[in-house]
């Protein structure tokens, strides 16, 4: 599936790079820079979040109680995050608006973005901030999706992002960087904005796997 993944982007590839040959050297490897940049913050997100307070647990679905006060690590795992989870949407931006897309860019990308996300939601889960079964069902989602892509790859279909999935990862990069500060800091309650955006995100995972399903089997049948 990998070797097909490139065959089918070799013609992209090539026409990327006839195609911008009048832009700067470091505007076309800019979004490769910012990728590399998001990997190389996930080791930082995950040292500063594993130094945070355990939280208590509710015993209720989806709700963890605040921590008291937040930490200096707690706000600069979250800013590192929050910097991290940028460079996500700007990589794609800059390397769609000029023409500066190429195959090593559109295979790191999502498995960078899958890399910071499941490490923040492990530590978070470990720190008693995010409730287990709702890390999971979404990390299964997100692995499910990479493979139904990866079998409509192989099966020559494309399987465009839609608009739900596109506000998952808005609602889930907010949602952590709720529960990470996970308490009230300037009068703002991030553990309750965190567990609001991170159910929204688990309804948007759920709608949007079942949608990912769906075209994948039309698209088969036709």
Known sequence: MILSFFKNNKQSLDETSTGNKNLPNWLKKLPN???????????????LMSLGE?????????IINPIKNPSMTDIAAAIVFAVAAITDFFDGWIARKFN???VLGKLLDPLADKLLVVSAMVILVEKHRMDGLIAVIIIVRDLGINAI????IEDGIQIPSSFIG???????DLGIIGL???GTLWFVPFHYIGQFFIMLALAASLISGI?????YAKQLKN
Do not use: N, W
């Open 33 to 47: 820079r910012l990728t590399f940049l998001r990997i190389m913050c996930i080791p930082v997100v995950v040292y």
């Open 54 to 62: 355990v939280a208590s647990e509710s015993g209720h679905f989806g």
């Open 100 to 102: 500066v897309e190429t």
């Open 149 to 152: 892509r990866l079998a409509a």
């Open 166 to 172: 596109k506000t998952k990862t808005t609602f889930q």
């Open 180 to 182: 990470t500060i996970c």
């Open 211 to 215: 949608q990912y399903l769906y075209d």
